[in-house]
């Protein structure tokens, strides 16, 4: 999971800086937009700066399905 996010992560960086620093992007009513990439992480990485604030965090990834 943690390989995919980084992948995911490198193409996001690719498509900003091919587009001046922005990515296009659908929100949950299907609009659309642009939005300006400030900083981008994936949620591996954050989930480590958590635990180094809360030592005792444990978090659990739960796969979830779309019937």
Same mark, same amino acid.
């Given at each position: 999971?943690? !390989?995919? /996010?980084? /992948?995911?992560?490198?193409? $996001?960086?690719?498509? !900003?800086?091919?587009?001046? #620093?922005? $990515?296009?992007?659908?929100? *949950?009513?299907?609009?659309?937009? /642009?939005?300006?990439?400030? /900083? @981008?992480?994936? @949620?591996?990485?954050? *989930? ?6 809360? =030592? #005792? $965090? *444990?978090?659990?990834? *739960? =796969?979830?399905?779309?019937?």
């Amino acid at each position: 999971m943690k !390989a995919e /996010e980084e /992948e995911f992560e490198r193409v $996001l960086e690719s498509r !900003a800086k091919a587009a001046d #620093g922005k $990515l296009k992007v659908v929100d *949950i009513n299907k609009k659309e937009s /642009e939005v300006e990439v400030k /900083e @981008l992480t994936t @949620l591996s990485k954050v *989930i480590e700066w958590v635990k180094e604030s809360f =030592p #005792g $965090l *444990i978090h659990h990834r *739960i =796969p979830v399905s779309i019937c």
